[in-house]
């Protein structure tokens, strides 16, 4: 019994600090790779959920093109109802549901100041249109 607690003493302990001193070392010194950070708004999500809208809006307005022609207006007036209650809905929705979440990456009015923050903004529109586009 002495000779496993003497070999436990002299072998395994040294070896077993030795293994930990090593977890610690490269926990500490090994490099990881910088984690790519998440973008303070999810454009692909807000892309997605504006689209119904869009489209809800977009019939609300032919709608309002067959209303016009329904009550004798020409074509040209029938199309100048659905454009101007096309434009209507399309700002107010974009307005309160869409720059809300765009003015937290840049603030309206601004233009980008450097590369990286350029870069945000193109990354944020490319992902906003991939969610208009059904996430593609």
């Known amino acids: 019994m002495k000779t496993i607690a003497s070999f436990i003493q ?13 977890v610690v070392a490269y926990d500490h010194i090994e490099g990881r790779a910088p984690s790519t950070p998440r973008p303070i708004v999810n454009g692909k999500a807000l892309g997605r959920s504006f689209a119904p809208m869009v489209s809800s809006n977009l019939g609300d307005a032919w709608l309002a093109a067959a209303n016009a022609l329904e009550q004798g207006k020409d074509i040209t007036g029938a199309q100048a109802a659905l454009q101007a209650a096309w434009q209507d809905a399309r700002i107010k929705a974009f307005s309160a549901k869409v720059a809300p979440e765009f003015v937290k990456v840049l603030p309206e009015g601004l233009e980008p100041t450097d590369p990286a923050k350029r870069a945000e903004v193109v990354q944020l529109w490319r992902d906003f249109a991939a969610g208009l586009k059904g996430g593609r």
């Open 10 to 22: 002299s072998v395994l302990t040294p070896l077993a600090v030795l293994l930990l001193a090593g």
